[in-house]
């Protein structure tokens, strides 16, 4: 028996097979080779179907042009043996919160990449 005093318990959105298709694929799209073109496609097609597959797809562009940027700016650092453990590691890091947002956004979570610079909001 829930009292008032009790915090209400929030469970995710049920998602359809093909909502989960789509924040799956704009999430792992770094992974297929398509980095930001499949996620801005998402975004500007789905955006006025599903907030959720919107939020999704916004997040994964985000990120995916947060690591351009970041990569961009580890290939001068090549040259004095820095950036090349440094580009290493961006290339881990974006496989594995790539990862961590797809099983998040499978779940009907809301995931936002830590560390993202927000260019489309």
């Known amino acids: 028996m829930e009292t008032s005093s009790d915090p209400p318990t929030l469970t995710p959105p049920v998602l ?20 930001i073109l499949l996620p801005l496609v998402v975004y500007l097609i789905k955006k006025d179907e599903s907030p959720l597959i919107a939020h999704h797809a916004r ?3 985000n990120f995916h042009l947060t690591v351009i940027l970041a990569a961009l700016g580890c290939f001068p650092l090549v040259l004095v043996l ?40």
């Open 82 to 121: 820095i950036g090349v453990p440094l580009l290493f590691l961006l290339g881990l890091g974006t496989v594995v919160f790539s990862i961590i947002a797809a099983v998040r956004g499978a779940d009907g979570q809301e995931y936002r990449y830590p560390l993202a610079i927000r260019l489309v909001s």
């Open 59 to 61: 997040e994964a562009l």
């Open 16 to 35: 359809k097979s093909e909502d989960k298709l789509w924040i799956v694929l704009s999430h792992l799209s770094v992974l297929f080779g398509a980095g």
